[in-house]
């Protein structure tokens, strides 16, 4: 059974950072590219940002650009995501996604 676990999640001024995690299991990990994938509240989902099987390219919407950063340490089965320079626009639940499967989600909420 696929599993993703995302978490980091959290309160954080404006400007502020934050590492998600998402720990993977029930697959092959390194076989697949993964993504961070958000929804803010009220809005639909929001594609942020995806990563090649072996970490070789990345990948970010405009408006992350420059700001996070995504990464995965395939011994450990782990997606991360780093988040610098945090706006109010970037209060969202945060999922991990590969293929049809996600996880349950973290909360982020930017706010001083």
């Known amino acids: 059974e696929v599993q993703l676990v995302e978490s980091g999640g959290g309160l954080v001024q404006p400007g502020g950072s934050l590492r998600l995690s998402c720990a993977a299991s029930?697959?092959?990990?390194?076989?697949?590219?993964m993504s961070w994938v958000r929804q803010a509240p009220g809005k639909g989902l929001e594609w942020v940002s995806v990563i090649t099987w072996n970490g070789g390219s990345t990948y970010y919407a405009e408006s992350m650009e420059g700001r996070f950063t995504i990464s995965r340490d395939n011994a450990k089965n782990t997606l991360y995501l780093q988040m610098n320079s945090l706006k109010s626009d970037d209060t969202a639940v945060y999922y991990c996604?590969?293929?049809?499967?996600w996880g349950q989600g973290t909360p982020v909420t930017v706010s001083s």
């Open positions: 996604n590969t293929g049809g499967s």
């Open positions: 029930g697959f092959t990990f390194d076989d697949y590219a």
